[in-house]
């Protein structure tokens, strides 16, 4: 073979060679930024789970050093109770040393004054949120008059609705001292009721 001819060969080689290489180099290339890109994702994710994490752990939690107040939230069943109470605590800070407890609103038929079934069970999450806090604040009890009939008798039976729910409260150890009943009053309206009774919690 000729001596050109053997340069010829030795150099196409060569080139096979380095395009071989940088091809090689290429995809190494590739493969690195690849692997950078998913480690700087998942670093990324990491930190917003931690992010989240660390949120979660200043959500407010309730303890016995911790002083109900009133809300201006009003639940009249024990389900939206419950979660006017889940919303509350969302919403507190950490650290605070008050939480504003909403307030249950017992509401009546006409011409009744009894505590049913589900109007206890209001009442008992009220007392079960209150019981875990220091029980500083006192329990308020609010009767609403009904303005259709003669003054005196829609006086007489809001404030017969009040001691019924006073007195269920002592019944579930409530010391009186911790409940308060104020005289019944007509101006605020609920949900267009006033056959109503608000048991809320006062500072």
Do not use: H
């Amino acid at each position: 073979m000729k001596l050109s001819k053997i340069f010829t060969v030795a150099g196409l080689a060569v080139l096979v060679a380095l395009g071989s290489t940088s091809c090689q180099s290429k995809k190494a290339k590739e493969a690195a930024e690849r692997a950078a890109a998913e480690a700087a994702a998942k670093a990324e994710a990491e930190r917003l789970a931690a992010e989240a994490a660390a949120k979660a752990a200043r959500v407010f939690k309730l303890s016995d050093a911790v002083t109900a107040v009133k809300s201006d939230v009003v639940a009249d069943d024990a389900d939206s109770y419950r979660q006017a109470v889940k919303d509350a605590i969302a919403g507190t800070a950490y650290g605070s040393s008050s939480f504003a407890l909403p307030t249950a609103g017992v509401t009546y038929a006409s011409e009744r004054c009894d505590l049913n079934p589900a109007t206890k069970e209001l009442l008992k999450e009220l007392l079960d949120v209150y019981n875990q806090t220091n029980k500083e604040a006192v329990i308020l009890i609010e009767p609403y008059a009904n303005d259709t009939k003669d003054c005196e008798y829609n006086k007489a039976i809001a404030v017969e609705r009040a001691n019924l729910v006073r007195n269920w409260l002592y019944a579930m150890q409530v010391p009186a001292r911790k409940v308060k009943v104020v005289c019944p009053c007509k101006a605020a309206k609920y949900d267009g009721s006033q056959r109503r009774v608000n048991v809320s919690i006062a500072e």
